[in-house]
């Protein structure tokens, strides 16, 4: 088992930049792919950034390419969502996930374990 907890969003301006932290404790010492999700009023959870040991990049959605920057420190067990030229369509919560054995997929139903969730939201 693996607990996942983030940390990080707040309320933000239009342009403005922040970063989430996802920190893992329990067996942290098995491979595996950490992403970031979020889900805003209404829609469906969708995957923002990955990470993992089977890829040589991290993978990003569309949306956030350029913007949005995943990186782990893995003596910390964490993983960090760095956020820049933020939109107010970047408002959501936002979940830190695991997956067993590393591959990483678009679909969020496909990952192990979860974190509470944090909120972002950007003003206009």
């Known amino acids: 088992q693996v607990q996942l907890v983030e940390s990080g969003g707040e309320l933000v301006q239009t342009g403005g930049s922040l970063t989430l932290s996802c920190v893992a404790s329990g067996r942290t010492q098995n491979r595996y792919g950490v992403a970031w999700f979020r889900q805003a009023p209404g829609k469906e959870r969708e995957l923002v950034a990955g990470?993992?040991?089977?890829?040589?990049?991290?993978l990003y959605a569309d949306s956030v390419k350029g913007r949005f920057t995943i990186s782990a420190d893995n003596a910390k067990n964490t993983v960090y969502l760095q956020m820049n030229s933020l939109k107010p369509e970047d408002t959501a919560v936002y979940y830190c996930a695991a997956r067993d054995g590393g591959t990483l997929y678009f679909n969020p139903g496909l990952f192990d374990y979860w974190g509470q969730g944090t909120q972002v939201t950007v003003s206009s």
């Open positions: 990470i993992s040991w089977t890829i040589s990049s991290p």
